[in-house]
């Protein structure tokens, strides 16, 4: 159970079949809509039977017995609305008046009993013939002297009679009196202008006619995609939060974020993608209903993306139990209340002078009317940004103390004695550091003479002894002994002895190098000529060990301020390291050039040992590539290296990258 509670896989299928559901849901719920409501669309016959045409078409009705109502009467509504035919009391409207898509289809003719004006918008030839063959349709409707009659075989007479049986319609009817109304609808158009709509009813009637072979599975498909939404629902909230090694809820970097800006930017996203889908339907659905489709199929994902973001922040903060602390405002809470309650707490402080600073602006505000009031005011404002200043300058004396620290100034001391509260508090705590800094520095000053001290002592007192032996050994070395084992003894004795010696001297080279206590002599070199010396000085050296050297070199010479003695010696020890330590067989990269303003210089080899160590680690005395400690090298070169090379005014990188080993030197060009 517990590789599926972690299942990421199973989370991402989830996330993308919820949607899909949640949309199969809403399109049988709108198919079950129609034709629980408005019963069935399709074909048009059945439309005219439902409740929604008889509205509409009474809407239709009534609003045109309104403008020729008004009309008749002058009002300024009706003005210009009809036109007279020639010199027949009969007129023909000139404008649409009654707004919306629905009256496009109606075909009417309108008399005045009293008068006998006739009011139309067909062109009328034979008024009694036109009327006639008006009622024969299949969609009529018709008022005289207040009696209602219609299509019987066509029209639904229950949804004529509830609509025109209302209160409103009664009304309406009743104003209208004294006119004779024939009235017909070309339903095709009226459908088609429903659909057009972004009302619901359109909206539910053009997914009617997009997926109405659905019809059939609308129970089944309710039924199914209610049941799977719910079981990934559920699904999802168990296996939120937990991930596969980690125990307990793991939370990502949304859910560090305050809830209130999740909310905030949801609710705007929200928006945003509401009127998006508002707008397509507005202006494209008359147009392109693919188009409005597809925004709306848009609008839907984005919406659902969002309270699924929502939702899964939400359950994580909620499983992991800091669903209330993960509001700023309670977190705020928390902490000015806790400053509050603390006496030592510098929050404590602010809120009180805080609010006494509002209660006295409000107390001398509430007498602003009277002169001294007002200047009291004024000069208690003068009062606190002359506090504020002085405040201030104690912060930025701080500050100078902490860079002074901070740029490695012994001599830092801030009087304690001139400042109060919390500033005060910050003062000896930064003495307390200047001090411990200063005793840090010179504890490690003393250290560091003390072991240089030790070092060219120690090597001098061993150096003695060992000249000595040395001696000897050469004088044993030039007499003749029967047993030649005496002579490999010699031998041993003479090779230890100047390896050891070669060690002191490393050392003690080493130990100067490191304080600083050598004297260069600076002149212009040819770093270029030094390196191709030492590489013809050890091309027998690297030959005999089947090392290949590529040598790529500028092609003028490369001028350095530098000692040409240690410069040597740097460069030495570079070639000295590859000798001993590069793989048998290998090829050894010599690189010398420019790049922008600076002289690199890079040796790079293939180790012969695991490099099972880091550069830093390489850096430091007495450690070599070579573990076993087989080879006859001390350990001091790289680090003599490198001092030397930074005394000189370079840099000295080594980079590792598996048994890779490489060396770069830098130098600023003048």
């Known amino acids: 159970m517990e590789k599926i509670r972690t299942s990421g896989m199973m989370r991402i299928i989830c996330y993308i079949m919820i949607p899909i559901f949640m949309l199969v849901f809403i399109v049988s719920f709108l198919n079950e809509f129609i034709a629980i409501e408005y019963g069935e669309i399709y074909p048009e016959e059945n439309y005219i039977q439902t409740e929604d045409f008889a509205e509409k078409y009474f809407s239709c009705i009534t609003a045109q017995l309104a403008k020729v109502y008004s009309y008749e009467r002058d009002d300024k509504w009706g003005q210009g609305m009809y036109t007279q035919i020639g010199e027949e009391n009969i007129f023909y409207q000139s404008a649409n008046f009654y ?328 003062a000896i705590y930064i003495n307390d550091i200047a001090n411990g800094f200063s005793n840090a520095i010179e504890q490690s000053l003393k250290s560091e003479r003390f072991k240089t001290e030790l070092i060219t002592n120690v090597s001098h007192d061993i150096k003695t002894p060992l000249t000595s032996i040395i001696n000897y050994v050469d004088l044993l070395k030039k007499e003749e002994f029967e047993n030649k084992q005496i002579e490999q003894y010699i031998a041993i004795l003479d090779a230890k002895s100047q390896r050891l010696k070669k060690l002191i001297e490393d050392l003690m080279e080493a130990s100067k190098v490191s304080s600083g206590n050598v004297q260069l002599h600076i002149e212009t070199i040819d770093l270029k000529e030094l390196i191709l010396q030492t590489v013809g000085e050890f091309q027998d050296r690297l030959e005999k060990r089947h090392l290949k050297m590529e040598v790529q070199m500028l092609e003028k010479s490369v001028e350095l301020q530098a000692d040409s003695r240690y410069m040597y010696r740097v460069v030495e020890n570079l070639f000295s390291n590859v000798s001993k330590y590069a793989l048998e067989g290998s090829r050894v990269y010599i690189d010398l050039k420019q790049e922008g303003n600076k002289t690199i210089f890079s040796i790079k080899n293939i180790s012969r040992e695991k490099l099972n160590i880091s550069a830093d680690e390489l850096m430091q005395r007495f450690v070599r590539g070579d573990k076993s400690r087989f080879t006859e090298g001390s350990g001091l070169g790289l680090s003599i290296a490198k001092s030397l090379t930074e005394l000189q005014g370079g840099t000295f990188d080594i980079y590792i990258d598996g048994d890779l080993f490489k060396v770069v030197l830098g130098w600023q060009i003048a």
Not at 261 to 283: P, Q
Not at 386 to 410: F, H, P
Request: proline share 1%.
């Open 99 to 426: 707004s919306g898509y629905f009256n496009e289809g109606l075909q009417y003719i309108i008399q005045n009993t009293n008068t006998g004006y006739v009011y139309t918008n067909m062109k009328i030839t034979n008024l009694e013939e036109q009327r006639k063959e008006l009622k024969e349709r299949d969609v009529y409707w018709g008022l005289e002297k207040g009696k209602i009659s219609s299509n019987i075989e066509k029209i639904n007479q229950d949804n004529i009679k509830y609509v025109n049986g209302g209160y409103g319609a009664q009304y309406e009817l009743g104003r209208y009196g004294e006119y004779i109304v024939d009235t017909s609808f070309d339903v095709s158009q009226m459908v088609e202008a429903v659909e057009n709509s972004d009302s619901l009813r359109g909206i539910a009637m053009m997914t009617y006619k997009t997926f109405g072979k659905m019809r059939a599975a609308n129970s089944y498909l309710l039924l199914i995609s209610i049941v799977f939404i719910v079981s990934m629902t559920i699904f999802l909230i168990w296996s939120i939060g937990h991930e596969k090694g980690k125990a307990g809820i793991a939370l990502t970097s949304l859910d560090k974020i305050p809830f209130e800006i999740i909310m905030i930017g949801a609710g705007i996203l929200l928006i945003m993608l509401m009127f998006l889908g508002a707008a397509v339907l507005n202006v494209w659905l008359p147009f392109s209903k693919n188009l409005v489709f597809s925004g709306c199929i848009v609008s839907y994902l984005g919406i659902y993306s969002v309270l699924a973001t929502v939702l899964t922040t939400t359950i994580r903060r909620v499983k992991a139990k800091r669903f209330w602390r993960s509001f700023y405002i309670v977190q705020l809470g928390g902490n000015v209340i806790h400053s509050l309650v603390d006496k030592t707490s510098t929050m404590r402080k602010l809120v009180f002078l805080y609010v006494g600073f509002l209660a006295v602006c409000g107390i001398l505000l509430a007498y602003r009317a009277h002169e001294m009031a007002v200047l009291l005011l004024a000069a208690f404002l003068v009062g606190v940004f002359y506090a504020l200043v002085q405040y201030t300058k104690k912060m930025s004396e701080i500050e100078l103390a902490l860079r002074d620290i901070y740029e490695g100034k012994k001599e830092v001391y801030i009087n304690e004695t001139e400042l109060k509260g919390l500033l005060k508090r910050m």
